[in-house]
């Protein structure tokens, strides 16, 4: 891969802060380009459009129908959302060679994040335990 | 037709009733019984049958006795008669006892029939029953673990946040953004702290109307002696002293849900090791009227005039002392035992003389009344 290339990451996650604190992370970052999308329908039509070089995708997004409470309180949560996305993207011809990073806050190694990996995660970061700047260095070691 | 013996006999069989019966049709009216078991109604063929066949047999000895001459005539017919009528007798009785035997055989089965399917109905219902229990704490499991596994997603959500933003001071990084985005980082890094804030609440008011107490006579002494020994080591480690005082008489038993005033007494006895650095702890329990009332006094850093109260009231405070002791310590901890103890009707309240001179909690808690 050509070093000056310029690197796209999409980013699916449905946290409005969440996608800001990274864009905030990627723009001292002159060789990646990040993109964002913030549902499961959005991710998938950037991910075919964008054909970017990494996705970032994270497991847990609110239920199609649900209640959210104001001031960031309980949502009903769909924490089996993000291996739909992922089942999807895997295979899809368009999309099934770009690389994909779950990036969650759903802990548990033995469940999530071996199911993540059976379906085709290169690998699998829990958010709480990671700063951006780690992210991305574990991103320039995945490009080596 | 003798009604008499229509009532020994009186019974439906369809091999002994025939209803085809050629004697009855002839006839056009046979005599009805009442089956006394039943209740059916029946025509006693039988009894035409040997009615009848003694009739014909005798008009035929009769026609017989005609023919053959001589004294010997007579007798022969008289005992032919006598022969036909306690053959008939025997019969009838007989099949009488089979007729009764199949009768009660099939009363013996109906009643088998419907034992075995009432037996089967309740067995169904028991399966069923279970089958719906099982069901109920599969789901109740299943539900447990999706709301531990949101629970902690929620409480890493903006955790995460937080902590990724405040990165860029820790290295330095916040300098190569501009003014704009540097508010930006603030402004979201406050959010993210609000965030966490506002969901261990939510989950705090949710936990607090869903907690099932259930009240039990409770034995105050055994299970500060179980606290004790659980927490022991640390005090061992600190060099402190924890001492429960016994008293003379047996106190009565509190009315409590043991596994949550054990919580809430635990808590206030992990913190009095906390934040005591020398000495230790003495914890004394007597009866006051209706309720027994518990003071746990150590001899650690104490607190201000205000802080007495500040302490239970709202779930994140810390005095900048304590925060200086126990960096992580949450906050919640007072703030839920007082729900506890509120919640068994009983009163907690904290004094202190003043800084590094100790604190005593005292808990009021009601007796068991039966």
Redesign the interface.
Known sequence: MSENKIKKILLIDD?K??I??YE??F??RKDYQLISAKSSREGKKMAKEEKPDLILLDL?FPKEEGLI?K?????R?D?HAGYKILKYLKGNEETKNIPIVVL?????KHEDEKKAREMGAADYI???KF???EVIEKIDKMFK | MKKSKNKKTAIGEEKYLNKNCWLVQSLNHAPYSRCQHCELKFRNCQFLHYQVISLILATLFIALSFFIKGKSSELVIIAVFTLVIVYGYFFNKSTDKIIRANFTQRQANEKLEELTANLQQEVDKQVSEIKKLLKTKKELLDMKL?FL??V???L??????F???L??WK?G?IK??SKE?QE??MK?TI??A??LK??I???LD?LERGMEFEFKPVDISSILDEISEMLKPNYDQKGLYLEIEKTKEKLPKIQASERFIKDALMNLLDNAEKYTDKGGVKVNLEKEKNNIMIKIADTGMGLMKDEGEKIFQTQFFRSSRAIDRVPDGSGLGLYIAKQIIEKHNGKIEAKSQGLHKGTTFTIVLPIWQK
């Open positions: 946290d802060i969440f800001e604190m905030m992370a723009a001292l847990v409470k001031g960031g309180g309980i949502v949560l924490t969650t806050n759903l802990a548990d829990v958010k709480a700063v951006p700047r | 999706d596994q949101i902690s997603h929620q890493r959500t903006p955790v995460a946040i902590y990724g933003l990165d860029n290295t990084e190569d953004y985005e930006k980082i979201n959010a993210g609000n965030r506002n969901t609440n939510d989950m949710a």
